[in-house]
């Protein structure tokens, strides 16, 4: 068993910042890949990205390349994104999940966070 808890969404102008956190417990966490996803009313969850559990490989959606990035940090069992030059199309909840492989599908991650908040004001 897996447990995620995410931090660090907030209300941010576009243009700005946001770094969210992923905590996970268990002792196994390097074992695991971990994705980002997000969701907004109405829509699918929707992949944003994954890395895998050494932390050497990293996968994005298109729409995030070169301004979001992934990384992990397994001594703290914590999984970030950090997000930059943020869209207002951006706003979503943001989820983390650890599954058995980095993909970008949603059915191959077996443990999930509630979710944090990004809103992006224009």
């Known amino acids: 068993q897996v447990q995620l808890v995410e931090s660090g969404g907030g209300l941010v102008q576009a243009g700005g910042s946001l770094r969210l956190s992923c905590a996970a417990s268990?002792?196994?966490?390097?074992?695991?890949?971990m994705g980002w996803f997000r969701q907004v009313p109405g829509k699918e969850r929707e992949f944003v990205a994954a890395i895998n559990g050494s932390g050497g490989s990293a996968a994005y959606v298109d729409s995030v390349t070169g301004r979001f990035f992934i990384s992990r940090d397994n001594a703290k069992n914590t999984v970030y994104l950090q997000i930059d030059s943020l869209k207002p199309e951006d706003t979503a909840v943001y989820y983390c999940?650890?599954?058995?492989?980095?993909?970008?599908?949603?059915?191959?991650?077996?443990?999930w966070g509630q979710g944090t908040q990004v809103t992006v004001s224009s």
């Open positions: 999940a650890a599954g058995n492989g980095m993909t970008r599908v949603v059915s191959n991650y077996a443990y």
């Open positions: 268990g002792r196994t966490f390097s074992s695991y890949a």
